[in-house]
Every structure is written in C-alpha cells, then in structure tokens.
C-alpha cells in the first residue's frame, strides 16, 4: 500500500483510536509533510528518513520540532509497527511556558459587553469552566447536565473524562444562544463544525489575548478566592498536581493547599 492518500487515511483511523482531543489531526498533518518530503514511499521508510526529516526541520521552534517527532514516531509505531531507533529522532528540549494570566473580573466585564452571542458563549466557557479549545469545539448539547449544574467532558486531553461546574448566569447565556442558533449535536456547530483555531481567533479578535489564557486567569481566580489546588487541579483535567503547580506557581506563595 503505498498511495500516500491511501496510508494517510488509515493513518488517521489509527490515530483517532490510540489519542483524543486534536492529537489526531495535528499529528496527521506533520504526517503528510514527512511522507511528502521523504523520497521512498511510505511503506518503505526507516530511522534514516527521520533524520533526514529532522535535519530538515532543524531551524524550526522546539515546539514544532517536538511534535513533528512525535507525529513520526506514532506512524512508525501504529502504521508501520516499525521502532525508531537512536539518533535519528533526536530533538530540543521541551520549553513549557506558562499561560499569561489575567485578571478574571475585568475578563468577565468585557465578555459580557461582547454583543456576538457566540462569540460571547465560547469566550465564556473558557473563563468560567477552564475548556481547552479542543473541548469547546467537541462540545455537544446533550454534555450540559442542567439538573446537576455541570458540563461533562468526554475523551479530553489524556483520555480522560472529568465534570466541570455550571453556573447559572452560564447556563442562562447557553440557552439563549441555543435559542437563536439552534444547534442540533454539537453545540457550536452552525452550518459547519467549528474550526479549532477560530476559537483561538475569537479570543484574539475579542480580547486581544489567547484563548488558553482564560483558562489560566479563571483557574487563578479560584484558587485567589480559596478554592483549593486539588479541586482545581481536577477541574483543569491535569493528570496530577504538579501540572498544576507549574500551571500557576505564581500564587503557590499565597495558597492555602489541601489535599
């Protein structure tokens, strides 16, 4: 099998069943770019067509670098159940940076002065529920459970499910969106799913910030107003605490930490 459509394809499938969230989509396309750059056809590459590959990539961000290796890797593994091996993947240290964060009150004000009802409701879940980007755009109707006051999350980063709170003026805001645009699965489906990097987009053009910085700011405020690392913590979907305290290591100095 050797059309590069044909393997991307069935690439795809196998992504789709071993990660969530938008792993498989962004692990495809740094996929495409391998097979595209590499000469021998894709049933056929080994460990010196990942170096070549990452000789090539060499002057990109660590951050690219580092995904591109691990989208390469995955095929190896799920298409070509192939090993990479020593030099070949070698690559830059990861650079976490922290999310900047801003203050959650003067957030909200602008939020709500937002006059586009979508705009408004996306921008909001990120503040008050602490979504990635991911998961508003993989949220459905039937996830907002109204009689307990929480939005389930399904499948997020890490394959992990996990509740988050509602509030009301939230759920007010909800359903008068759902009144005017009507949705019928996913909750900001419109004519056509919503594109992932619009979101960050509507944050940009709205707030003049990113997206994964309201995320930040609204975890912050919490934990600035006595709710404690391990609630949070579980609300943010962290696979364990010490994400979180890179998270906001700012406010660990003046925390109350039980758990």
């Known amino acids: 099998m050797n059309n590069k459509s044909v393997v991307l394809e069935k690439t795809k499938q196998l992504l789709e069943l071993k990660y969530s969230g938008a792993t498989p989509k962004n692990y495809l396309h740094h996929i495409d770019l391998f097979l595209t750059f590499s000469k021998n056809v894709p049933d056929r590459l080994n460990n010196e067509d990942i170096l070549n590959y990452n000789i090539h990539i060499r002057n990109y961000s660590n951050s690219y670098r580092n995904v591109a290796i691990n989208a390469i890797k995955a095929y190896f593994k799920l298409y070509l159940r192939k090993d990479v091996k020593g030099f070949s993947s070698i690559r830059p240290p990861k650079q976490f940076k922290q999310p900047k964060v801003y203050d959650a009150e003067i957030l909200s004000l602008k939020i709500k002065s937002i006059e586009n009802l979508k705009h408004r409701s996306i921008l909001m879940l990120g503040l008050s529920c602490w979504l990635r980007q991911s998961e508003v755009r993989n949220l459905k109707i039937n996830d907002i459970d109204s009689n307990r006051m929480v939005i389930n999350i399904y ?4 394959s992990k499910d996990r509740e988050v709170k509602l509030s009301e003026n939230l759920l007010i805001l909800l359903r ?4 005017l645009f009507n949705p019928k699965t996913y909750l900001f489906n419109g004519q056509k799913t919503i594109q992932y990097k619009s979101i960050n987009v509507v944050c940009k053009n709205n707030l003049q910030i990113r997206f994964h910085s309201l ?10 107003n006595g709710t404690d690392l391990k609630t949070v913590s579980e609300m943010l979907g962290h696979k ?3 994400t979180t305290k890179f998270y906001i290591p700012t406010l660990l100095k003046s925390v109350n930490q039980v758990f």
Request: no cysteine; net charge neutral.
């Open 215 to 224: 995320r930040a700011s609204g975890s912050t405020y919490a934990l600035q």
């Open 176 to 179: 008068e969106y759902r009144e």
């Open 155 to 158: 499948n997020a980063k890490g």
């Open 240 to 242: 364990s605490i010490e």
